[in-house]
């Protein structure tokens, strides 16, 4: 018998009749290609935004704002296609979740087997391979998080050691035999095109720098302020996702953006759902889920809240968002429950 209890809907206690869910989890190419149509021009916009204000102060807001727009949906389009569910046509699925994953910045069948993992022990410490920060979470930690600096080096590490074909312990138990060859060919070819990207201005070609790079940077932070509040705060080593994940209200623009993954208990519940049929699935199981917490603004500043009170001694309870009860302190040091994965 195994060791554990896959994290899902079942061990969640969570109950959903076939017929329903298998007309919510249908899967179809038509939102996928709609959405990637409605991303491309978003981007083409912003792209012009910086191009006609180059050599002004407004290249910047328009660099940040074109910078949202290319990194939030592309971790949650590349976080998609590794699921298989954005679209139905296998060979569209994979070339987005390829091209998605270079700008995310990592190895596309990596990202799909640790994130396989993340759901079968979501949140299970020694377990889990997507825990991307220590337990609880002091400001340091939040800081390291959000300026994305902890996740790029790690991303960078996976990149080297898969290109030089240096497998590591967690590459090993999560990804199967025969997809290492693959892995090594696709971390050289993306680490081929980082360099380009980085040498284009020494040969005196700048825009990478103005559409990408740059915009890459600035726009990383608010990326990471969207996946922080899946888990933080909540429960480890539980069976069920209602005490390890976290659902906020989410504006239509965050929505967008985010592709719904604002709905995040209900993803973790049953991930062959697609984008497009979380808020669907949301509705159908919301008498069994908890709550979701306020909207991005306000559940990211109350993580806030918590963290710099937690490493200043003070008290740690949240106004409003959930917390598993050990996150709730009277004040003093706190104790490491979990080290960070990634």
Known sequence: MPDYVPTNAASSGVRLDKRTLKSIAARSDRPGLIYLAQWICGLL???ALIWWSLGTL?????MLIHGILLTVPSYAMSHETAHG???RTRWLNEAVLWVTSLIYMEEPLHRRYTHTNHHTHTWHVGKDSQMPFDTPMGFGGWLA???GFALLRFHMAVFLNLAIGRYTDTMK???PEGEFAKMTRNARIMLAI???????????IWWPVWLLIVPRVLGAPVMLLFTLIQHVELQENSPSILESTRSFRGSWLANFLYMNMNNHVEHHLYPQV????LPALST?????????DPGFFRTNFEVLLVVLRRSLGLPTKAPTIRQAPHMITEGGPAERVAQRTM
């Open 173 to 175: 138990m999560v990804t």
């Open 45 to 47: 916009v912003t792209g």
């Open 85 to 87: 569910t954005a679209f």
């Open 274 to 277: 697609p984008f497009h049929a």
């Open 194 to 204: 980082y360099a380009l990207i980085v040498a284009a201005p020494f040969f005196g």
């Open 145 to 147: 998080e959000i300026t």
């Open 58 to 62: 407004w290249m910047w807001p328009a």
């Open 284 to 292: 159908a199981v919301k008498d069994q889920v908890p709550e979701p």
